[in-house]
DNA sequence: ATACACGCGCTTTTT
DNA sequence: GCGCGTGTAT
């Protein structure tokens, strides 16, 4: 069979190993995206297996089409008949053909984060709980790390041994009803739901278990225990299941991935093959040695190694900047001499830990002209025009849903303020029926004549508060008869017809944002028009679900190397499963990565240390790792001390880079020596040392901005802050000095 | 009902 | 340094 020719033999076992549970423990880097697309190939071309009873599970949208890619390339058409995608996306499509016959309404929207936030916030209101003592966001990760481990409200109420469980417990029961009112689920629902109905349904059960011969797991150290469940009943009736994971790469613990899940598949299946990928087909054996120094640092973990046959390569650079602004300048620069040396924008990629750090990146490309795409941050699906048209969207599927309701009722501003809505919503309890239904009643009531009493008796709505209202519901009629009959771009523009969306945008911000915002709006009528060849209803469910369970990630454009391409800016947490060329990791400083919130917890530390990994073994060609010296966080200008990562790297993997090696090391040293290289730089006179630092006019030079003047040093606490205007393009910039000899030198 | 001003707390990571 | 919620003035 050719396609297992270009397999080393490991891979080859794991492509070939048809009958019975399977366990790959792949290394980054070793191929395990082919194996899995070359086993699915086998068990279709060799073993014999129709497509469609194969289930394949994939982390991401993205790494799902590009499986699907890989499998049409070696079976073509026949590929679209696997059941390939993620749980996310495999669950919302059962819960739509079986949903309704357990009790699930036929058109339940999917809640998203910021939904279920909204949703939350109703809870806790209704509860009475003190949102400042507990915040909404823990009681809502309560909620959600229950859901993933498959309890319900009531397990957690019975399981509950402190006040902030029981809170849980009791915010779960009221946001769960919420959620049935708003006929929404959320995304832990889309599993748990999904187990449940496999559960307690004999004759669905057995339906998927007699269809799904084969069950493939991705990225299985990512799963959670629900996840793992589902995984299991699907595959328990033929016993076919092959996972895939890296013990090393688990970073979503705190999604309630349960690194346990890999020893509980041993445990489970006693009698499954364990094949090891360690042979490395991305990455230099520079970066491979330095990333297994910084894994090795781990405790309790299966020893695993790493090789490749491609030798060493370039040494990693690491360099320590000033501050994030002059570390982002080191990293434009460095970009622009690599594109001179012939790397393409989409061979390079710029990550960081927390997605505040990309604006200082941000910048500084801007100033440098480099193109870049941002991965994460403000999702073009968060924003605010786009949710808000979503929501209009979301209505006409599902009017009762609250969350979207309350959402657009007034936007654009229509005279239905805050204290008429919660009017409505009193008013729809006390008639125990959706707010929906509520409004349909005050239209009836408003419309007929055979009224009797005064208005206040019948609802409790001003006039002009109740006439906005029911033109509110006129339009949303009107729409829901719109989509009926139309494509979705049609309903879309009936949306912006309607709300006259595009004034309001005008109207409301500045002209350029504006500008932007309807270009967003624009995009979003692309992506809408590419469901235009599908039946009007089951389009504008198909869209919605996509969107609800799009990410981020899924859309980063492929870096091909015509001269298109953009540098990646990107989230560590989401370049797992991506690689580049040119990878720079910025902030490795303690506190940043390893990120402070882990300081206390060894579990969480080891999860941080797993992460600087992941990023590390991005990189196929190059590796940057860069610090600053003083950062600023919340505000502050603080400092911080290079990663613990970084000492676990032996110095012989690692070149310093520096841009003026006297003043870089003195930069190194610290405060009291940078201060004294920033004096001794130009040509002047040196000013007098007082103890105020620097004089305006005294001359300096900077390792990255070069030489200038003091324009002013004011002192601010124990710090000085020194204004130094610098010749050439650098500017004007504003530095930071401290006197305190600091633990750095 | 809306518009703006002020204070507060906070920032991990995302399907 | 920013977004959010609360408070006050039109």
Redesign the pocket.
């Known amino acids: 069979m050719d396609i297992l020719e270009d397999l080393n033999p490991p891979q080859r076992e794991a492509v070939t190993h048809v009958e019975g549970p399977l366990l790959i423990l792949a290394g980054p880097g070793s191929g395990k995206t082919r194996v899995i697309a070359h086993r699915i190939a086998y068990l279709v071309d060799t073993a014999g297996v129709a497509p469609w009873r194969i289930v394949s599970v994939t982390?991401?949208?993205k790494a799902a089409r590009e499986m699907k890619q890989r499998v049409v390339a070696h079976l073509g058409g026949v590929a679209s008949d696997l059941v390939l995608g993620?749980?996310?996306?495999i669950c919302a499509r059962l819960l739509r053909v079986e949903g309704e016959r357990v009790g699930l309404p036929r058109a339940f929207n999917i809640y998203?984060?910021a939904d279920?936030m909204a949703l939350l916030?109703r809870a806790a209101a209704d509860l009475g709980i003190d949102t400042?003592r507990f915040?909404e966001?823990s009681l809502l990760s309560g909620i959600?790390r229950a859901k993933s481990e498959l309890l319900t409200a009531y397990d957690c109420a019975r399981a509950s041994h402190d006040y902030f469980s029981e809170l849980v417990a009791r915010t779960f029961e009221r946001y769960q009803e919420l959620l049935k009112e708003n006929e929404a689920l959320d995304?832990?629902d889309l599993i748990m739901r999904t187990v449940e109905m496999l559960r307690d349904h004999a004759e669905i059960r057995e339906k998927y278990q007699e269809r799904f011969l084969h069950v493939l797991v991705d990225e299985f150290q990512d799963t959670n225990i629900a996840q793992y469940q589902l995984a299991r009943m699907f595959a328990a009736k033929h016993g076919n299941i092959c996972v895939v994971g890296d013990p090393d790469q688990s970073?979503?613990s705190?999604?309630s991935a349960d690194i346990r899940n890999i020893l509980n598949f041993e445990r489970d299946f006693p009698q499954a093959r364990i094949v090891l990928l360690e042979q490395n087909y991305r990455s230099t054996q520079t970066i491979l040695d330095a990333a297994h120094a910084v894994i090795s640092g781990s405790k309790e973990r299966k020893q695993k190694s790493l090789w490749t046959d491609q030798g060493p390569g370039e040494p990693i650079v690491t360099y320590e900047a000033y501050d994030e602004e002059e570390e982002a300048g080191f990293v434009a620069n460095e970009i622009l001499s690599l594109l001179k040396g012939g790397h393409d924008y989409g061979d390079i990629a710029v990550m960081y830990?927390?997605?505040?750090q990309s604006r200082a990146i941000e910048e500084a490309l801007i100033a440098a002209n480099i193109r870049y795409q941002l991965?994460?941050g403000t999702?073009f699906y968060e924003r605010r025009e786009v949710k808000d048209l979503l929501a209009y969207l979301r209505l006409v599927h599902s009017p009762f849903d609250a969350v979207s309701f309350t959402r657009v009722v007034?936007v654009p501003?229509?005279?239905?303020?805050?204290?008429?809505?919660a009017d409505l919503e009193r008013w729809a309890r006390k008639m125990n029926v959706p707010v929906y239904t509520a409004l349909q009643v005050l239209a009836g009531q408003e419309t007929g004549r055979a009224s009797v009493g005064t208005r206040a008796e019948r609802h409790p709505v001003g006039a002009r508060?109740a006439r906005s209202l029911i033109g509110f519901l006129r339009m949303l009629d009107e729409l829901i008869d719109v989509a009926a009959k139309n494509n979705l771009s049609t309903l879309l523009d009936g949306v912006l017809e309607r709300t006259a969306y595009r004034r309001y945008l005008y109207e409301?911000f500045e002209e350029d944002e504006a500008d932007e915002r309807w270009a967003n709006i624009q995009e979003l009528q692309n992506v809408a028009a590419g469901y235009d060849g599908l039946a009007p209803g089951d389009a504008l469910v198909a869209f919605l679900e996509d969107v609800a369970?799009?990410?981020?990630?899924?859309t980063i454009a492929e870096g091909e190397s015509d001269h298109g391409g953009r540098v990646t800016l990107?989230?560590?947490?989401?370049a797992k499963g991506l690689e580049y060329p040119v990878v720079f990791m910025t902030a490795m400083e303690e506190g940043i990565l390893p990120?402070?919130?882990?300081f206390d917890e060894p579990a969480?530390m080891e999860?941080?240390r797993r992460?600087c990994y992941v990023g590390m073994t991005r990189a196929k060609e190059r590796l940057y790792l860069l610090r600053a010296f003083r950062r600023?966080?919340?505000?502050?200008s603080q400092h911080a001390p290079p990663s613990r990562f970084l000492r676990d790297i032996p110095p012989e993997l690692l070149v310093q880079r520096s841009a003026v090696s006297d003043e870089a090391e003195a930069v190194q040293r610290g405060p009291q020596r940078f201060r004294e290289a920033f004096r001794r730089g130009a040509d002047g006179p040196p000013a007098e040392r007082d103890e105020g630092g620097f004089r305006a006019g005294d001359k300096v030079r900077h390792p990255s901005f070069g030489d200038g003047v003091v324009v002013s040093c004011t002192p601010t606490g124990g710090d000085f802050e020194v204004t130094v205007a610098f010749k050439g393009g650098a500017g004007i910039k504003k530095l930071m000095l401290s006197f305190a000899p600091l633990e750095h030198a």
Do not use: C, P
């Open positions: 982390f991401t949208n993620t749980f996310h996306s998203d984060d279920q916030k400042k915040k966001r959600s995304f832990d970073i979503y705190w999604r830990r927390t997605n505040a991965v994460g999702r007034n501003g229509r005279g239905v303020g805050a204290k008429t809505l508060q409301e369970l799009i990410s981020d990630a899924d990107i989230t560590l947490h989401s990120h402070m919130r882990s969480q999860e941080e992460l600023y966080m919340m505000g502050a």
